[in-house]
């Protein structure tokens, strides 16, 4: 829409019907090297001058604008002055359409208004100089020319590679192409950028991941013996250069799981692998290899919202190019021999005549697959140090068994409540190298218990806390 912001000012001519019209606004003069001139007439039944010039005004800018082949955008301002000077006006207009053309080189040389009984004529009469004219329209044909290359030379060189089986290449050629459309005030843009997008999802979709090797199991805390490698393909053909991100899991100091990356490129065999270090747990894990073309996609993310559907539909395509590999992390402490000493207390530090934690804590392990046994308890174990306990059990066993796990659970609250009681206990664990004393295992922990009857609640809260430090060495022994 063409808009003007700001009116004509002028004192000017004004006839009555009997005066004669210029020659110029029935046919105005021939353009020329130097000029090219522009008739602009404008009319108003209500009789407002202002407003038929502004309409004149309009048709001048309207038929530079076809002229120049383009749709005016810029903000322009024009002083004219007429020819003889027996009148100065200014024209200060602000036209924003769709494209970028500027008018420069525009002069007002005549005008003339004609007063009727059924309103009012204006007849505005300008030249434009025809070197700053032609400038102009060369200057909007190469920009024209740039903004239709910016989208169809990469789409071209996509459509190229796409012939040469170059998959990976021809979706960035794709994506770029749609960028430049996304950004474009070029006629059907959108439809250019679907187009590019949807040839840019159609070529990743040809490609492939493939696993090729990896190991299935290692030993916590011990190197995998092999990498994990996979392959990339484009047509069945391997595919070099391609950016492959692998995700796996580490452990951190505290003792938490954290997701790591690391970034490969494939081979000229199409062929990216990696060795992720020792893993510091027990259970089963997984890592993964996926093509990554985050650095290509990220700006499609700006986009306008009604083209973001198609940017999904191809982020789904490239989500899909991944191969995860499942291993399974175990413990050689399943197979060292260990033997357990725990002493459950009650409130005052008195030995229980049962050992429900240790009875918990000898069935998770069994349950694992531990080589495990039971030793009875040694009451001197609240009187001497841990180092002097490591050595009597040592002295006595130590020719049996390689690992020991010891430590005491007391009950550290008692509560009644109406008919039931609730019972907190906390227990504190360690497991050790009989042989260098090396410690393995540290803990301390707490569990609750609400029941009916307090023997039986005592009991239960300590054996779920012996199943807890079980569960929780079966994953962290070495």
């Known amino acids: 829409m063409l808009i003007i912001l700001a009116a004509v000012f002028y004192s000017s001519c004004s006839t009555t019907p009997e005066q004669q019209r210029p020659e110029w606004t029935v046919s105005p003069p021939a353009d020329n090297a130097e000029y090219t001139y522009f008739l602009g007439i404008g009319s108003a039944s209500s009789g407002d001058e202002g407003a038929a010039s502004a309409e004149a005004e309009s048709l001048i800018i ?38 970028s053309a500027r008018i420069s080189g525009l002069r007002l040389i005549e005008r003339w208004v004609e007063q009727v009984e059924s309103g009012v004529t204006v007849y505005i009469l ?24 910016a989208v169809s030379v990469p789409e071209k060189e996509g459509d190229s590679l796409a012939l040469e089986k170059q998959h990976y290449r021809a979706s960035v050629a794709y994506i770029n192409a749609a960028l430049a459309a996304s950004s474009s005030d070029l006629e059907n843009a959108d439809l250019k950028f679907e187009r590019n997008i949807t040839k840019a999802r159609e070529s990743i979709e040809k490609l492939s991941v493939e696993a090729v090797s990896g190991p299935v199991s290692t030993y916590v805390g011990e190197g995998f013996n092999q990498d994990f490698i996979v392959r990339i393909l484009s047509d069945g053909n391997p595919v070099e250069g391609l950016p492959v991100t692998i995700n796996y899991k580490e452990l951190l100091e505290n003792g938490r799981k954290t997701v790591r990356t690391q970034t490969v490129l494939t081979g000229v065999d199409g062929l990216a692998s990696m060795r992720p270090p020792a893993p510091g747990w027990v259970g089963s894990e997984k890592i993964t290899f996926f093509l990554d073309l985050r650095a290509v996609i990220e700006p499609l993310e700006e986009v306008s919202f009604k083209l973001l559907q198609y940017v999904d539909g191809l982020e789904q395509a490239v989500n899909a190019k991944r191969v995860s590999f499942s291993f399974d992390v175990m413990s050689r402490a399943v197979e060292i021999p260990t033997c357990i000493m725990v002493m459950d207390v009650d409130r005052s530090g008195n030995p229980l005549n049962k050992t429900d934690t240790a009875s918990g804590l000898l069935s998770e392990l ?75 295992f540290s803990g301390s922990e707490q569990k609750r218990a609400r029941g009916g009857n307090n023997a039986a609640t005592i009991s239960a809260a300590f054996t779920s806390l012996g199943k807890m430090y079980g569960e929780k060495l079966v994953t962290d022994l070495p």
């Open 62 to 99: 309207s038929d530079i604008t076809k002229y120049l082949g383009v749709r005016v955008t810029s903000d322009t301002t024009t002083t004219a002055r007429d020819a003889y000077g027996k009148f100065e006006s200014g024209i200060e207009s602000a036209v924003r359409e769709k494209s």
């Open 126 to 149: 300008a030249e434009y100089d025809t070197a700053e004219l032609k400038a102009e329209k060369i200057r909007l044909t190469e920009l024209f020319k740039e903004k239709q290359e």
């Open 366 to 440: 069994s349950e694992a697959g531990f080589d495990v046994f039971l030793l009875p308890v040694d009451y001197r174990m609240t009187a001497v140090s841990d180092i002097e306990l490591i050595e009597l059990v040592r002295s006595q066993y130590g020719n049996i068994y390689d690992r020991f796990i010891f430590g005491t659970a007391e009950i550290s609250s008692f509560e009644e409540s109406g008919t039931s009681v609730i019972v907190k206990v906390t227990g504190k664990i360690k497991a050790v190298e009989l042989d260098s004393g090396r410690i393995l």
